[in-house]
């Protein structure tokens, strides 16, 4: 990182080269970064304005006070200027500063219209579409997010978030390209236990349940720290028979956890189990 005196040297440099040029736009934009970085941000917003005056046409300035709005947590504000930035200078990296901006404010709405007004601009925006994607996943909008997922991978064939996510949604609706979209992700990530996990369940009620079960094994292997796989790999047991390994797992995962999504589906489980092996 730079030290004090090479900060103070560089400083003296850009406002040497704005002497000779009042308006130079890379010695403006670097000292507006420096002053950031110092903390100067009443200085860094002067420097901003003066861009935005001198270079009307450029998305610079707006940019830059976007950042600095950024820095202030004034994350409203700092969208707004991004919006500004982005209707002089469209980008994917504008839109997803807008977009997270808008989603630190608490706005989702706006969040997400962000990233739909860029896709229509820009359909090959892949990293764009994961994110609306995923926010349509979190948002329970799941035939949008289908939509976009499927656009990702017809531009991205190898991403796995995108794969993986949308196996997960076509098991859901009971659509058989689940476990091939399962086994592309795992084939990709080997060793990612959100992936083994998703592919391991899949299989398990689609595909091999004795195949089911060795993946979520692995799963279980590869994020021993994660509930809802420990929950998997006790059903994957119980459904090929293992019933006493399942009710130990099960009370092994219940005593050390207890905030997981499918914390009751365990404890049923673990009854139901407990039932069995006592009418035995």
Same mark, same amino acid.
């Given at each position: 990182?730079?030290?004090?005196?090479?900060?103070?040297?560089?400083?003296?440099?850009?406002?040497?080269? %704005?002497?000779?040029?009042? +308006?130079?736009?890379?010695?403006?934009?670097?000292?507006?970064?420096?002053?950031?970085?110092?903390?100067?941000?009443?200085?860094?917003?002067?420097?901003?304005?003066?861009?935005?005056?001198?270079?009307?046409?450029?998305?610079?300035?707006?940019?830059?006070?976007?950042?600095?709005?950024?820095?202030?947590?004034?994350?409203?504000?700092?969208?707004?200027?991004?919006?500004?930035?982005?209707?002089?200078?469209?980008?994917?990296?504008?839109? %997803?500063?807008?977009?997270?901006?808008?989603?630190?404010?608490?706005?989702?709405?706006?969040?997400?219209?962000?990233?739909?007004?860029?896709?229509?601009?820009?359909?090959?925006?892949?990293?764009?579409?994961?994110?609306?994607?995923?926010?349509?996943?979190?948002?329970?909008?799941?035939?949008?997010?289908?939509?976009?997922?499927?656009?990702?991978?017809?531009?991205?064939?190898?991403?796995?978030?995108?794969? +993986? +996510?949308?196996?997960?949604?076509?098991?859901?609706?009971?659509?058989?390209?689940? %476990?091939?979209?399962?086994?592309?992700?795992?084939?990709?990530?080997?060793?990612?236990?959100? =992936?083994?996990?998703?592919?391991?369940?899949?299989?398990?009620?689609?595909?091999?349940?004795?195949?089911?079960?060795?993946?979520?094994?692995?799963?279980?292997?590869?994020?021993?720290?994660?509930?809802?796989?420990?929950?998997?790999?006790?059903?994957?047991?119980?459904?090929?028979?293992?019933?006493?390994?399942?009710?130990?797992?099960?009370?092994?995962?219940?005593?050390?956890?207890?905030?997981?999504?499918?914390?009751?589906?365990?404890?049923?489980? %673990?009854?139901?189990?407990?039932?069995?092996?006592? =009418?035995?």
């Amino acid at each position: 990182s730079l030290q004090q005196g090479d900060i103070n040297a560089a400083r003296k440099a850009f406002n040497r080269a %704005l002497e000779l040029k009042p +308006n130079d736009l890379t010695a403006l934009a670097s000292l507006v970064a420096m002053e950031l970085k110092a903390q100067r941000t009443e200085n860094a917003h002067r420097l901003a304005q003066k861009i935005q005056s001198a270079h009307a046409e450029s998305p610079i300035g707006f940019q830059l006070e976007g950042d600095i709005h950024r820095q202030e947590k004034a994350y409203q504000t700092a969208a707004a200027a991004y919006g500004e930035a982005y209707a002089k200078g469209p980008s994917d990296q504008l839109a %997803l500063l807008i977009y997270q901006m808008y989603k630190k404010a608490g706005d989702t709405d706006s969040a997400i219209s962000a990233l739909e007004k860029r896709v229509e601009k820009n359909a090959d925006a892949a990293t764009v579409r994961l994110v609306l994607a995923n926010e349509y996943h979190i948002q329970n909008r799941d035939e949008e997010a289908i939509h976009e997922y499927e656009r990702v991978i017809a531009l991205r064939p190898g991403n796995v978030n995108a794969l +993986n +996510n949308l196996a997960w949604l076509y098991h859901e609706r009971d659509d058989n390209r689940a %476990l091939d979209y399962a086994r592309r992700a795992n084939e990709i990530a080997p060793t990612q236990p959100e =992936v083994l996990d998703t592919y391991g369940w899949i299989e398990l009620q689609r595909g091999d349940p004795a195949k089911g079960l060795r993946v979520l094994k692995t799963a279980v292997m590869y994020g021993p720290h994660i509930p809802t796989l420990r929950y998997h790999m006790a059903v994957a047991l119980d459904k090929n028979g293992q019933q006493e390994e399942a009710r130990r797992e099960l009370e092994r995962l219940l005593k050390s956890s207890k905030d997981f999504p499918e914390f009751t589906e365990a404890q049923q489980l %673990l009854s139901r189990l407990k039932a069995s092996s006592s =009418v035995d």
